[in-house]
């Protein structure tokens, strides 16, 4: 399924049930007085975060939403109905802002939280609520108010501790395929992966972690060029970076150039992002002797300042990957969780990597 990571809906809260204005009506009760009960209240609209939903694809072909309105009052001091709430189901990790102001309403981290993002409007009140001992019997009764409407702009960003980038075609794919359950497409072109996969990766004795892949980032991406620059934005919620690098582009770069290009980019796209753990993971080794990649390695880095953890790895052959998903779980359980995953669906299918 594409990944969504945008939409736009309309959302409408129910009008509020208007007020009675009857009166009481019985044989041999001549002066029975007012008896109108008030109107029920609008129907809210509330955002709830689902974990079983992973893109906004569905609010392509539904973008208007409707809570329902409260029903009149009624006579012998009955109210009306309440109108009830509508609630619409938005994956995990949706920030909402209104579409108008861009102020954020609220960012729906943790499963099962919910957000009013439209108030149902106020009952109206009957004539019972105006009787005085100077007006017996009024006719006074207020209208129900009506309900807020808004349009709303939903963005999705992923919730992932760990995030892959690089330059197209370094192996992420193929690396996040080794590791997890995730099944993303692989072969030898640019802009293989065009959405995000997001993959369990699930290590002995319970121990799990979420990666992230984005497409491959070009230069000029923070500045919209190629794909990637509409999802870098995915990776400001994760708690540590991988930087793939093929040792020897099959283009004829100079991975040193590569590796500044991708820092350039999360420099210009945000201050954040520049400063966030990253660790540089050389990939392809499987096509050198290890003598050959050490050398090549040495070499890159004597060109760098880069003073950061350094591994060598081939995703297609799953030489390295063991270990550096122990580290990062290492890593990871050392850092404050900015929030709580529940796994649910599929939990037992995910591959456990033994060390």
């Given at each position: 399924?594409?990944?969504?990571?945008?939409?736009?809906?309309k959302?409408?809260?129910?009008?509020?049930?208007?007020?009675?204005?009857?009166?009481?009506?019985?044989?041999?009760?001549?002066?029975?007085?007012?008896?109108?009960?008030?109107?029920?209240?609008?129907?809210?609209?509330?955002?709830?975060?689902?974990?079983?939903?992973?893109?906004?694809?569905?609010?392509r072909?539904?973008?208007?939403?409707s809570?329902?309105?409260?029903?009149?009052?009624?006579?012998?001091?009955?109210?009306?109905?309440?109108?009830?709430d509508c609630?619409?189901?938005?994956?995990?990790?949706?920030?909402v802002?209104?579409a108008?102001?861009q102020?954020?309403?609220?960012?729906?981290?943790?499963?099962?939280?919910?957000?009013?993002?439209?108030?149902?409007?106020?009952?109206?009140?009957?004539?019972?609520?105006?009787?005085?001992?100077?007006?017996?019997?009024p006719r006074?009764?207020?209208?129900g108010?009506?309900?807020?409407?808004?349009?709303?702009?939903?963005?999705?960003?992923?919730?992932?501790?760990?995030?892959?980038?690089?330059?197209p075609n370094?192996?992420?794919?193929?690396f996040?395929?080794?590791?997890?359950s995730?099944?993303?497409?692989?072969?030898?072109?640019?802009f293989t992966?065009?959405?995000?996969?997001?993959?369990?990766?699930?290590?002995?004795?319970?121990?799990?972690?979420?990666?992230?892949?984005?497409?491959?980032?070009?230069?000029?991406?923070?500045?919209?060029?190629?794909?990637?620059?509409?999802?870098?934005?995915h990776?400001?919620?994760?708690?540590l970076?991988?930087?793939?690098?093929?040792?020897?582009?099959?283009?004829?770069?100079?991975?040193?150039?590569?590796?500044?290009?991708?820092?350039?980019?999360?420099?210009a796209?945000?201050?954040?992002?520049?400063?966030?753990?990253?660790w540089?993971?050389?990939?392809?080794?499987?096509?050198?002797?290890?003598?050959?990649?050490?050398?090549?390695?040495?070499?890159?880095?004597?060109?760098?300042?880069?003073?950061?953890?350094?591994?060598?790895?081939?995703a297609l052959?799953?030489?390295?990957?063991?270990?550096?998903?122990?580290d990062?779980?290492?890593?990871?359980?050392?850092?404050p969780?900015?929030?709580?995953?529940?796994?649910?669906?599929?939990?037992?299918?995910?591959?456990?990597?033994?060390g």
């Amino acid at each position: 399924m594409k990944f969504v990571d945008e939409a736009t809906i309309k959302v409408h809260a129910g009008k509020g049930g208007d007020g009675s204005g009857s009166f009481r009506r019985e044989k041999y009760v001549p002066r029975g007085g007012p008896d109108g009960g008030d109107g029920g209240r609008g129907g809210s609209v509330y955002l709830l975060a689902d974990l079983s939903l992973n893109t906004l694809i569905d609010f392509r072909y539904q973008t208007q939403f409707s809570a329902q309105s409260g029903e009149p009052g009624a006579k012998r001091q009955c109210s009306g109905k309440n109108g009830e709430d509508c609630v619409i189901p938005v994956p995990v990790g949706t920030v909402v802002r209104d579409a108008h102001t861009q102020e954020i309403l609220g960012d729906l981290v943790t499963p099962g939280m919910r957000l009013l993002v439209a108030k149902g409007g106020a009952r109206g009140l009957g004539n019972i609520n105006f009787k005085s001992s100077t007006n017996r019997a009024p006719r006074q009764t207020t209208l129900g108010k009506p309900g807020e409407s808004r349009e709303l702009h939903l963005e999705l960003k992923v919730l992932a501790e760990v995030g892959l980038l690089g330059l197209p075609n370094v192996g992420k794919s193929t690396f996040i395929h080794a590791v997890s359950s995730a099944r993303p497409k692989v072969a030898d072109y640019p802009f293989t992966t065009l959405y995000p996969h997001l993959g369990i990766v699930a290590l002995s004795g319970q121990r799990r972690f979420v990666i992230a892949d984005i497409p491959g980032l070009v230069p000029g991406a923070a500045s919209g060029k190629g794909l990637g620059i509409q999802f870098l934005k995915h990776l400001s919620r994760t708690t540590l970076l991988l930087h793939l690098v093929e040792i020897l582009p099959l283009d004829g770069s100079d991975p040193v150039d590569n590796i500044l290009a991708i820092e350039n980019e999360l420099a210009a796209f945000s201050e954040e992002l520049i400063h966030k753990p990253r660790w540089l993971v050389f990939n392809k080794i499987d096509c050198f002797t290890p003598d050959e990649a050490k050398e090549r390695i040495q070499d890159i880095m004597q060109r760098l300042s880069y003073t950061g953890p350094i591994y060598a790895i081939s995703a297609l052959a799953k030489t390295g990957t063991v270990q550096l998903c122990e580290d990062i779980m290492q890593f990871l359980q050392k850092q404050p969780r900015a929030f709580t995953l529940s796994y649910q669906e599929d939990e037992a299918e995910d591959p456990q990597i033994e060390g």
